[in-house]
Antibody
Framework: QVQLQQSGPGLVKPSQTLSLTCAIS??????????WNWIRQSPSRGLEWLGR?????????DYAVSVKRRITINPDTSKNQFSLQLNSVTPEDTAVYYC???????????????????WGQGTTVTVSS | QSVLTQPPSASGTPGQRVTISCSGS????????VYWYHQLPGTAPKLLIY???QRPSGVPDRFSGSKSGTSASLAISGLRSEDEADYYC????????????FGGGTKLTVL
């Protein structure tokens, strides 16, 4: 059974960096049949996809345009986990953050999804001084 | 505002059939599959339908999905009290550099 366990601080000061980690059990971050996503949810913005990382002979990352200049998603094969870093946060980044596995097939240029079937428990992150 | 448009609310009585609509555009629903998730308060979303009309194992056949053009629908038959939840549609959007987009969610109330 695949599980995702999130960790990271629940309070971040404005202009600082939000950092979260998603530990994977029952699957591998380097799996060729998965993509590893970060999604957030807030009352004002609803569900918002932030980005993903996946491995197809090499590592790929895709990011949402809205956060592209501030975001980094990194895999860590030694710990079988992946992380989210969001720089220069503002109160608008306050949200519940989720990691999620997307079952996929295909090549690096065509990532065919079978749905985000496993989610982390969610981390409430508040941006406030 | 969400890229995909859903009605904010829907309701039905036990045993009824309800449908939830999701409207998009040619860059998302019109060119890729639709996915449906449901979410209970305080919990993470859960995959309900993938690739327009496929059910993951464990999802009852009371739940079904369909798509036509740039719109999609989720149908729930034999409504039960435990179906009361928020429902979201999602699709990959090919515009710009590509991204997942979601609907704003529909709160389903079982009367």
């Amino acid at each position: 059974q695949v599980q995702l366990q999130q960790s990271g601080p629940g309070l971040v000061k404005p202009s600082q960096t939000l950092s979260l980690t998603c530990a994977i059990s029952g699957d591998y971050v380097s799996s060729n049949s998965a993509a590893w996503n970060w999604i957030r949810q807030s009352p004002s913005r609803g569900l918002e996809w932030l980005g993903r990382t996946y491995y197809r002979s090499k590592w790929y990352q895709d990011y949402a345009v809205s956060v592209k200049r501030r975001i980094t998603i990194n895999p860590d094969t030694s710990k079988n986990q992946f992380s989210l870093q969001l720089n220069s946060v503002t109160p608008e980044d306050t949200a519940v953050y989720y990691c999620a596995r997307d079952r996929v097939k295909g090549s690096p240029t065509v990532v065919a999804s079978y749905g985000m079937d496993v989610w982390g428990q969610g981390t409430t992150v508040t941006v406030s001084s | 505002q969400s890229v995909l448009t859903q009605p904010p609310s829907a309701s039905g009585t036990p045993g009824q059939r309800v449908t939830i609509s999701c409207s998009g555009s040619s860059s998302n629903i019109g060119s890729d599959y639709v996915y449906w998730y449901h979410q209970l308060p305080g919990t993470a979303p859960k995959l309900l339908i993938y690739r327009d009309n496929q059910r993951p194992s464990g999802v009852p056949d009371r739940f079904s999905g369909s798509k036509s053009g740039t719109s999609a629908s989720l149908a729930i038959s034999g409504l039960r009290s435990e179906d009361e939840a928020d429902y979201y549609c999602a699709a990959w959007d090919d515009s710009l550099s590509g991204s997942w987009v979601f609907g704003g969610g529909t709160k389903l109330t079982v009367l």
